[in-house]
């Protein structure tokens, strides 16, 4: 069974279609190495664990980078919880913390 990415609601929808365009086509590069190699095979630069259940897509573009946190759930499922335009260069603890209440969402 191959691994599918997906978007947790219409809000994280709305989230990625506010990506710059090269930002997009990075995360959309992301989803075909999952599908391809398998989230497992995947590491840095295109995914680091963030803390939990939580790790992040990491997407860098012309206009700096961005972050789409995202979580796994049964049936080799890649939900997207949260995407982000990051400012600093760690992660907010704010996006953190939205990121995790909508992960629950999934439980």
């Known amino acids: 069974m ?9 809000t994280v ?5 506010a990506l710059p365009t090269d930002m997009r086509a990075r995360l959309i590069r992301i989803q075909l190495l999952i599908r391809q190699v398998g989230l497992e095979a995947l590491r ?3 995914v680091r664990h963030l803390e939990g259940k939580l790790w ?8 700096g980078i961005a972050r789409a946190v995202y979580v796994t759930a049964l049936g080799r499922r890649v939900v997207i919880v949260r995407v982000f335009v990051k400012k ?3 992660t907010p603890r704010g996006e953190i913390d939205l990121a995790l209440r909508r ?3 999934l439980l």
């Open 88 to 90: 600093t260069q760690q």
């Open 56 to 63: 992040e897509m990491r997407l860098k573009g012309r206009d």
């Open 44 to 46: 840095e630069p295109y």
């Open 13 to 17: 929808r709305g989230e990625l279609d």
């Open 2 to 10: 191959e691994w599918r990415v997906e978007a947790l609601n219409d």
């Open 103 to 105: 992960a629950k969402e």
